[in-house]
């Protein structure tokens, strides 16, 4: 049986689930795309046609209008997507054990870990999940979920936090690539900023979740890069005129700047900050009030003792990565080489104790 031909896209596009922008204009972007780009498009067709035949895209229209969707990074080229996308599939099947891996192809979210739940608390989790086709922010979602206790009347699961990132090469290293972090969405089911920030023993959960992304970046062998707010989506010059869009844009500016200030993170190629592979704020815990030293020694140990659970649990739901698969691997021709530049690790150790690995005051 053939593959589809790739004008097909234009019917999919019409056809598709609203997200991100109208069937119309998704419809005029696969047009333009496939006047543009038809290699990489047809490329991209063959890689979706296949993983569809081995059961790990269930959805092969949503899968192939990732291509021409829009995305988070303004600057990238429907031919870099399809380079983006295809590196992060080969990447994806390495990744994970085989039952987590089909899991997540079947759309059900894997669980990384059951973290400690707090009194009046059901359970706290760390789970990782396909993004929506229409996510313009990355293919895989990490989310914090919280279910209070069964004897409370909201008692249904609510996501408190979630990061949205992929994995593709930036100047010839693979690297985990954050397009956004978020907070809560639901309209209804909602935890308040301070009852999340108890049950994470003073985390805020952006922050927890970077060091998280630290973490399994650390366990891949990986990169760790967030995009550079100033190379948003809502700044390209046609949201310019919208006030909406560019309250958004600040909004999202904003919290970005804070984040990767606090992880001192650098300036890297192509759009993208360069994150540390792990964090060392080196406190003055010295010249702290004796209640702020306490309230830094609980963060810190809370932290300590989620590092070590992540640590373990990584190991049976996740992959290291094997130097081997990447010779079969499809994206060896199609990504860019070069040198990585960026991040000077040699600024950071490794905590060497447990006031040396507390967040800052800010968060």
């Not at 309209?187 to 630290?214: C, D, F, H, Y």
Request: aromatic share 8%.
């Amino acid at each position: 049986m053939k593959s589809p031909r790739i004008w097909q896209g234009i019917a999919w596009a019409l056809a598709s689930t609203p997200g991100g922008t109208t069937r119309l204009r998704l419809a005029a972007r696969m047009a333009w795309a496939l006047l543009r780009y038809p290699g990489a498009l047809r490329r991209w067709m063959a890689v979706v046609w296949e993983l569809q035949a081995r059961g790990l895209v269930q959805d092969l229209p949503a899968e192939f209008l990732r291509a021409v969707r829009p995305f988070v990074h303004r600057g990238q080229t429907v031919q870099d997507r399809v380079v983006q996308l295809t590196d992060h599939a080969d990447w994806l099947e390495g990744a994970l054990q085989p039952v987590a891996l089909r899991q997540l192809a079947a759309g059900q979210p894997v669980m990384l870990a059951d973290l400690s739940a707090p009194r009046g608390y059901e359970f706290m989790r760390l789970q990782l999940q396909r993004a929506p086709a229409h996510s313009p922010e990355g293919e895989l979602l990490l989310t914090l979920t919280l279910q209070r206790a069964a004897e409370v009347h909201v008692t249904q699961p609510v996501d408190v936090a979630a990061v949205a990132f992929s994995c593709f090469r930036m100047q010839g290293k693979r690297c985990l690539a954050i397009g956004g972090v978020r907070g809560q969405r639901h309209p209804v089911l909602r935890l308040s900023p301070n009852e999340i920030t108890q049950a994470l023993s003073g985390w805020k959960a952006p922050v927890l979740m970077l060091r998280v992304m630290q973490e399994l970046a650390q366990f891949w062998e990986l990169h760790l890069i967030g995009l550079d707010p100033a190379h948003h989506t809502l700044y390209a010059w046609h949201y310019a005129a919208s006030p909406r869009h560019r309250e958004m844009a600040r909004r999202i500016a904003g919290s970005h700047d804070m984040l990767w200030k606090h992880f001192d993170a650098q300036r890297g190629p192509g759009g993208w900050m360069v994150l540390p592979p792990h964090s060392d704020d080196r406190l003055a815990a010295t010249a702290l009030s004796p209640e702020k030293r306490a309230r830094q020694i609980q963060r810190a140990d809370y932290w300590i003792r989620t590092g070590n659970v992540l640590r373990v649990e990584f190991r049976n739901v996740l992959l290291r990565p094997d130097p081997r698969a990447e010779l079969a691997r499809q994206t060896e021709s199609q990504t860019i080489q070069g040198m990585f530049s960026g991040y000077d690790e040699s600024r950071h150790g490794t905590p060497s104790s447990v006031l040396d690995s507390l967040p800052a005051s800010q968060f």
